[in-house]
């Protein structure tokens, strides 16, 4: 929610506001403390008595995965690789091991003769279970080292989050090993029921943190950033202490990292930055091994550093393409695709499909300014995927316009040629006129539907 103040006199504004208010700028929503709920309701109290002049703006807000984020897209968080999180913590003082990106075996050999002794080879992917999968190997000599390049270059990557057909590894780290005494993790991300960052610290690093929370979830430390003022000093004095640094020197680098890791989160507007594990090795350093970071994909318009990062090889294509266009669009593993328009429509539509047997191909909200050549790409990008067998449109039309769809729906037919099955569910703005320009158009494989039940229902039985 964004405030804008007309220029009208503020003066009468002061007894209202408490005095470290600056009315020239953005009041962040932040009606969970009693403090936002003071001055949000001064504010309505002021704006209805004639007071002041206000404009008041809304942005739709999604949650995905314990996330807050506030898409415009398909996309809700960018992603950004092991090595280029590490680049951003060295950039705020957070200690990293000696390193190198590399993407050919000739790299990889070089790299090693420039950092010497004993490496670690990461592979560069956004997927975890890297180690299980074996591309993640600790190197003793050159020999390894261009061995496990060639492994990891010249082979798919399958673990848990990639799925049976894997994704190809483009980018190694070589990076310096150390001997780890004790590992920790530590991680900044939003809490989006207090609607603030919080900062979680565990002596359990080095395992996955799910792990952690279900097994043992009283080894997870919190702390909440104030909206303001960000991380208090007795916080992170609280944190240090609940990692067990009892060496003076270790704790006060202990809080440079968390300090640090809290300053990235909140410079570059990340939905999660993470260290894990934070180590100690038996010299008694403390640094950051592995890295993660996502960002809010609405805010990196604002990070040059952040779109220098973005590698789109690692992308969906069609989510991609489909950004390109404003679409919210996210490949399933099913065989039905479906065009809706609305998120929570979108949610309701696939949940029908499958109480009636099918299963969807795909999430893909056409929005409610879809254009007609924007609908037409939504049709293109459905029917690229070879899985689809049916396609359910599902319209409810409001500012989105029956008969815009209508008229992609015919232009669709005519370029691309719809091969499938297409069930047609139309409802609201200027639905006689859609229904009217389907029915001159008489398109063979085009499948009215009376309502929502019936359209699941006839696309469900014709792709079974």
Known sequence: MRLTFRQQALRPLVPIFPPWIDLSRQIPHNGRTVAGCVLWMRVLRAALSGRIGLTVRFGVRRYTDGFETQ???????????????????SEVGVPVPQSSVVDTVAQATDAYAAIGGKVVVKAQVFAGGRGKAGFVKLCDNADEVREAAEFMLSNRMVSVQTGAEGIAVKKLLIAAAVDI??????AVVMDRTKRTPVVMVSREGGVEIEVVAKENPDAIVKRWLHPHMGLLGFQCAQLVAALNFTDKAQARAAGKVIRGLVDVFLKYDCALAEINPLVRTTDGEILAIDAKMTFDDNAVFRHKTLQDMFDPAEENALELRAKDHNLSYIPLDGNIGCLVNGAGLAMATMDLIKLHGGDPANFLDVGGSVTKEGAIEAFRIILSDKKVKGILVNIFGGIAKCDTIAEALIAAAQDLGFTVPVVVRLEGTNVDRARKLLAEAAIEQLIPADDLTDAAKKVCAKVA
């Open 71 to 89: 898409p415009t897209n398909g996309r809700y968080t960018m992603k950004v690789h092991e090595y280029q999180a590490r680049t951003l913590l």
């Open 181 to 186: 005494e004790s590992e920790y993790y530590v």
